[in-house]
């Protein structure tokens, strides 16, 4: 399969715990996002890549959350003491230039 | 912030029925995207239009980027019960905002065999 994969696909978790989780976007797709997704809605941008480098951020990304993509490769979204807000479907997506590609998300629950 | 109107919220049709649903924003795209998202998984794109006009068929669904890039349709013919699902939209703008994707709010699919 060499479709987007994300890691885990689901976690459950206490508030004020930290979370990390993991994208693995297409080969050689060197542009990557990060999405977040409530029930009944559509997916809110958070954060974009260009290789490496991390181009933009949404206000919806607060201090609490971090991303990194350290060898324009994979990515990593860290969510530090988490909130019972939190608790959403995480998607990330890769494209090579217009049309992105998403993976199957992973589902966080914050208890 | 831009937002896209996604119509209508949901839709409970018999199948081999034709289905249609639109998206309509107040900014300009220069690209409407459709995907299909079923619980629990991540969306799939179903049909990406790139040109104001632009006409594209993916087998039963077929889809047009509005002449004024501001709506765009999704039609699927002779439903079938796998058709079921959230529909999305999505428009993408050029320039500053690198191509992220703004999304409707979807239209649910129910097909009754």
């Known amino acids: 399969d060499t479709g987007v994969s994300q890691d885990p696909r689901h976690k459950i978790t206490k508030r004020g715990q930290n979370v990390t989780f993991r994208c693995d976007p297409i080969?050689?797709?060197?542009?990557l996002y990060w999405y977040r997704q409530t029930l009944g809605q559509g997916p809110e941008f958070l954060t974009y890549f260009q290789n490496e480098a991390q181009l933009e951020k949404s206000r919806l990304l607060s201090d609490r959350f971090s991303a990194e993509r350290p060898k324009g490769s994979f990515s990593t979204l860290e969510i530090q003491r988490t909130e019972q807000g939190d608790s959403a479907m995480y998607l990330c997506?890769?494209?090579?230039?217009?049309?992105?590609?998403f993976g199957p998300g992973t589902r966080l629950l914050v208890l | 912030g831009q937002q896209l109107n996604q119509s209508p919220q949901s839709m409970f049709i018999q199948e081999g029925e034709d289905v249609s649903m639109n998206c309509t924003s107040s900014?300009?795209?220069?690209?409407w995207l459709w995907y299909k998202q079923e619980p629990g998984e991540g969306p799939v794109l179903l049909i990406a239009l790139y040109k104001a006009g632009e006409l594209t068929s993916n087998g039963r669904l077929t889809a047009q980027f509005g002449i004024t890039r501001k709506d765009s349709f999704l039609n699927i013919s002779a439903s079938i019960p796998s058709d079921v699902g959230i529909y999305f939209c999505a428009g993408q703008t050029d320039g500053g905002s690198q191509g992220n994707l703004i999304f409707g709010k979807g239209t649910k699919l129910s097909v009754k065999p």
């Open positions: 997506a890769s494209n090579p230039g217009e049309t992105q590609y």
């Open positions: 080969s050689e797709h060197n542009r």
């Open positions: 900014s300009i795209f220069n690209t």
